[in-house]
């Protein structure tokens, strides 16, 4: 069974560091994966999705890589602002189950 | 891009009662659709998976009786939390993964407190 961790489980900086999150999965035969924000209390956003083919994807100030063969993957944030003040998630999609395993997040704080 | 409707948004029930989410897909057919939980603080756990046409598969540890789902159709999938407890209450979310594409699509979410 997939397990996906996710570390820090929770990291506060100042506004304009450049800052990376880390998730790990136990199985590398993976479809995909794909990094989830989320507001408290809503629903979840998608980030960036990384094909198991793929190691890295951009979307502005994120980059997400992809090290399948060692089960890792980074959330890269350039210059961080309090916007980005969330819960980011990592999952990962499994070609078995074909659904997604997520893990438990890490909360980020973006202090003004 | 594809969008998967979830309703309601947010529920208030009495214990003992029965509350029913929607999960729509808007603009594609959706032939698996995948149901999780997240406790407060905590990360979504997939509770099932909806199939089109037939049976749901279930995690282990999660209720089929008392969390009904149901699949009818390519775009519409139910999910249906009989005789609610307090310890029910939760949010509530579903996703679909596009056919020919990659990547999953979630709904919005429902948050359900059970009274």
């Known amino acids: 069974k997939q397990e996906v961790t996710q570390i820090p489980a929770a990291l506060s900086v100042p506004e304009g560091e450049n800052l990376v999150l880390n998730c790990s999965f136990t199985?590398?035969?993976?479809?995909?994966l794909q990094w989830f924000r989320q507001d408290p209390g809503k629903g979840l956003t998608s980030l960036l999705l990384?094909?198991?083919?793929?190691r890295e994807q951009t979307s502005g100030r994120l980059n997400a890589s992809l090290d399948k063969s060692s089960g890792r993957s980074t959330l890269y944030i350039a210059a961080s602002q309090p916007g980005d003040s969330a819960t980011y998630l990592c999952?990962?999609?499994?070609?078995?189950?074909?659904?997604?395993?997520f893990g438990a997040g890490t909360r980020l704080t973006v202090k003004p | 891009g594809a969008v998967v409707s979830q309703h309601p948004s947010w529920v208030i029930c009495k214990s003992g009662t029965s509350v029913k989410i929607e999960c729509r897909s808007l603009?594609?057919?959706?032939?698996?659709m995948f149901w999780y939980r997240q406790f407060p603080k905590q990360s979504l756990m997939l509770m099932a998976t909806?199939?089109?046409?037939?049976?749901?598969?279930?995690e282990q540890g999660v209720e089929k009786d008392k969390f009904l789902i149901n699949h009818a159709s390519l775009t519409l999938s139910t999910l249906t939390v009989t005789s609610a407890h307090p310890e029910d209450s939760s949010f509530y979310i579903c996703?679909?993964?596009?056919?020919?594409?990659?990547?999953?699509?979630f709904g919005s979410g429902t948050r359900l407190t059970v009274v």
């Open positions: 996703s679909a993964r596009v056919q020919g594409a990659s990547g999953y699509t």
């Open positions: 199985d590398s035969a993976i479809y995909n």
């Open positions: 990384i094909q198991s083919s793929q």
């Open positions: 999952a990962v999609g499994g070609y078995n189950n074909n659904d997604m395993r």
């Open positions: 603009d594609f057919q959706a032939t698996t």
């Open positions: 909806s199939n089109e046409g037939s049976k749901a598969t279930y």
